[in-house]
């Protein structure tokens, strides 16, 4: 009997292992890529493991470009365009949750229809917002707009429906302000589902790549998304870069998501609880 | 009530710090480089111009270097090249001309397709046809647009044939060595087979799968896309279908290889692989092969002639915009990258084929491929450079002209049939084009 759990057990590890395998194949390769000689990554047929392991295309690719001023720039609109999404979007999704006033689905439809529309639709109106708000060429630019992500308040207000009134009403008769209400109540009991929105966020801001491209023009300002495209010419993709200079883009992103992967887990199990 | 006003507070005053931070990082990195429109800096007046740029090479570390010494002659000019990748470039460059904050300059591989946004550069090049006369003729067909001389050309390429010199050599097989000697495509085929089979190549000729290296075909049958002013299309006339069906016998040999056209291989990774007898491309792989290829030796030949020869001419341009501030300034560094001097030292550093009649560069790499490549595109018909300036038509059917040489090869299609159908469409367009003109 325990025999057969066992072996159960065993057997469901084993497609386990054998399928997230699957799923780090890319990864995997892309890193061991970026190990390789630029001949050797050119080989035919291809071979999974470098023939000898080489730093060579880390040292190229840092040389063509400016890339510690890339990942402070990336990392400075990341955090800030994060932060500024998180209490934003905690905010709107609270009211548009908890407090019933007049056209409160006016204003949710109105935030998800936005969802419809594609960036590449809106670019030129919203660059000349920019534009007349002199954010262009600025990092100000693409840490503000992008910061007003509708997924976020969806989000945070389909959570926070399931916090019930009588928590909140309780509070309001022992005194508390709305303010109080908010920090107190709201953000602690939010914080998965925020834990999640700063993920997804720090995900999104990381690895934008066309709305910076519209916005900044100055190399000194450019993000490592940018940097790294444009190892892409009309004829020749300068591969041993852009394979190096993604393996070092991917670090950040992991970190985050090693950071609030418990909180992503408990946030995913208690978003499909409701009462 | 006190507590949540501290939390408040809090947040408030760390958004405070991020922001100064923020400025302050900005304000010592940007200081120097602020618009020239609201601030007057340390020398009287400092212009400076966006150059919006794409790389393929080594290219855009030449330029920075032209930058630098234009610069030292200029100290009131500042140049801020912009990098953004290739595919991009259009996007970037139509939202900062219709944003109303067009760059002073870009380079560009289409100038038609910014023509109304465009600085009209006589002022500063002299008359067009004076100007345009030193260059190859195809070239004037993009630079002169609605009568107007809205670019000027940094650099061509021409579709080619580089092969296994390795391989070739293993077979005993012999390319030809001057223009006289070139092989008909019957002589390559056999040459081809013989370095499969005596050399040991895996694949023939991979053959770039594309619609613009399958045109190099067309015109050597004595095909084009459009006649003459693009009125009409010339794509299902009998050299057309010939050319076509001549294409299919190469393919069904295995000369050309089945793996690119239907199996969707890269044909640089195979010609690099050092498994391909040879690869028909063009000048601007020279650069890359010789950083890539260590195994093998290779070299440039001339493309087989069928009617005629032909190869087909590609070319990218600097032009100036209208609206920038900064017109005149753009104008002059157009007229300093063109000169003859200038641009001589741009095409040999970058390894790139000169844009002139009658080059007379030479490289520290290669200068005899590149002879063959200017040797292409001086017998090349005219038709082989007017086809492919019209950017305004030819990009919306050329897709279909793809899938419907890959329809003949598979044998779903007769070569009338699908090519047909690719006229058809090609009419729409046409009508289209004028439509909005």
């Known amino acids: 009997m325990k025999y057969r759990k066992n072996l159960k057990k065993l057997l469901v590890y084993l497609l386990l292992i054998i399928i997230s395998g699957l799923f780090l194949i890319p990864v995997l390769w892309i890193v061991l890529s970026s190990l390789k000689t630029p001949t050797d990554l050119y080989k035919w047929p291809p071979s999974l493991f470098p023939k000898e392991i080489t730093f060579v295309n880390f040292e190229t690719a840092f040389k063509k470009g400016n890339f510690g001023v890339y990942f402070y720039n990336t990392t400075v609109v990341t955090i800030l365009s994060t932060i500024i999404t998180l209490i934003i979007n905690t905010m709107a999704g609270y009211a548009l949750a908890k407090y019933k006033f007049y056209g409160s689905n006016l204003i ?18 919203i660059f000349i917002v920019i534009r007349t708000l002199g954010l262009y060429n600025s990092l100000w630019g693409i840490i503000i707009p992008p910061a007003a992500t509708p997924t976020g308040v969806f989000l945070i207000r389909q959570y926070l429906l399931g916090v019930p009134d009588e928590l909140l009403e309780a509070a309001r008769i022992d005194g508390a302000s709305e303010w109080r209400l908010f920090w107190n109540i709201i953000v602690p009991i939010a914080k998965p589902v925020i834990s999640v929105l700063a993920i997804f966020s720090f995900m999104w801001r990381w690895n934008d790549f066309l709305w910076p491209l519209i916005v900044i023009s100055d190399p000194q300002k450019y993000t490592i998304q940018l940097a790294i495209s444009n190892f892409i010419g009309e004829f020749n993709v300068d591969w041993p870069s852009l394979i190096a200079m993604s393996v070092i883009s991917m670090i950040p992103v992991l970190i985050v998501f090693l950071i609030f992967q418990k909180q992503l887990v408990k946030g995913i199990v208690t978003s499909g609880l409701k009462e | ?30 200081g ?42 200029h100290p009131n000019v500042e140049i801020n090249l912009i990098e953004v990748p290739y595919d991009d470039l259009e996007a970037k460059l139509k939202t900062m001309i219709t944003g109303g904050k067009p760059p ?8 038609g397709a910014f023509a109304s946004a465009a600085l009209e550069l006589t002022p500063y090049l002299g008359d067009k046809d004076t100007f345009m006369s030193q260059f190859l003729d195809g ?18 390429t021409a579709n080619g044939l580089i092969y296994n010199k390795t391989l070739f050599d293993k077979a005993g ?105 040879a690869h028909l491309s063009g000048s601007w792989m020279i650069a890359n092969y010789r950083d890539t290829i260590k195994n093998f030796e290779w070299g440039v030949t001339y493309l087989p002639k069928a009617k005629i020869r032909s190869s087909v001419l590609g070319a990218k341009f600097v032009m100036a915009f209208k609206n920038s501030g900064v017109e005149k300034e753009a104008g002059e560094f157009i007229k300093y990258l063109a000169s003859k001097e200038i641009d001589d030292k741009y095409v040999r550093e970058s390894l790139f084929l000169s844009p002139r009649k009658n080059p007379d560069v030479t490289y520290d ?57 690719v006229a058809e469409l090609a009419r729409e367009a046409i009508k289209e084009a004028q439509q909005n003109k």
């Open chain 1, 108 to 125: 949710l439809i109105g935030f998800l229809s936005t969802l419809m529309i594609p960036l590449e639709i809106i670019m030129i109106p």
């Open chain 2, 1 to 30: 009530m006190l507590k949540s006003r501290k939390v408040l507070y809090i947040i408030l005053s760390v958004l405070l710090i991020f922001t100064l931070i923020m400025g302050g990082c900005s304000s010592t990195k940007s």
């Open chain 2, 139 to 156: 070239l004037k067909y993009y630079c002169i647009v609605d009568n107007r001389l809205i670019a000027a050309p940094m650099e061509v």
């Open chain 2, 104 to 111: 002073a300059l870009a380079r560009v591989t289409n100038p």
């Open chain 2, 173 to 277: 097989v012999k390319v030809p060595q001057s223009p006289d000697e070139v092989w008909t495509w019957d002589e390559f085929a056999a040459a081809i087979k013989k370095v499969m089979k005596d050399g040991g190549a895996k694949y023939g000729v991979v053959w770039d799968f594309t619609p613009h290296r399958w045109t190099t075909l067309l015109y050597e049958f004595g095909g084009s896309i459009f006649n003459q002013d693009a009125t009409d299309t010339n794509i299902n006339k009998p050299e057309a279908i010939e050319a076509l069906n001549y294409f299919k016998k190469l393919v069904d040999e295995d000369v050309v290889a089945k793996a690119v056209w239907l199996g969707g291989e890269n044909p640089n990774n195979l010609f690099r692989s050092g498994t391909a007898a």
């Open chain 2, 32 to 73: 120097s480089n602020s618009s020239s429109s609201n601030a007057p800096s340390e020398t009287a007046k400092k212009v400076k111009l966006d150059f919006v740029w794409f790389t393929d090479g080594v290219e855009g570390k030449v330029m920075k270097e032209i930058i630098a010494d234009y610069q030292k002659e």
């Open chain 2, 365 to 421: 790499f290669g200068t005899e491929m590149f002879k063959v490549f200017s040797n292409e595109l001086a017998v090349s018909p005219p038709a082989a450079s007017y086809d492919w300036s019209r950017q305004d038509i030819i990009p919306k059917f050329t897709s279909d002209l793809k899938a419907a040489v890959v329809e003949v090869l598979q044998g779903k299609k007769t070569a009338k049939e699908a090519l047909d159908h």
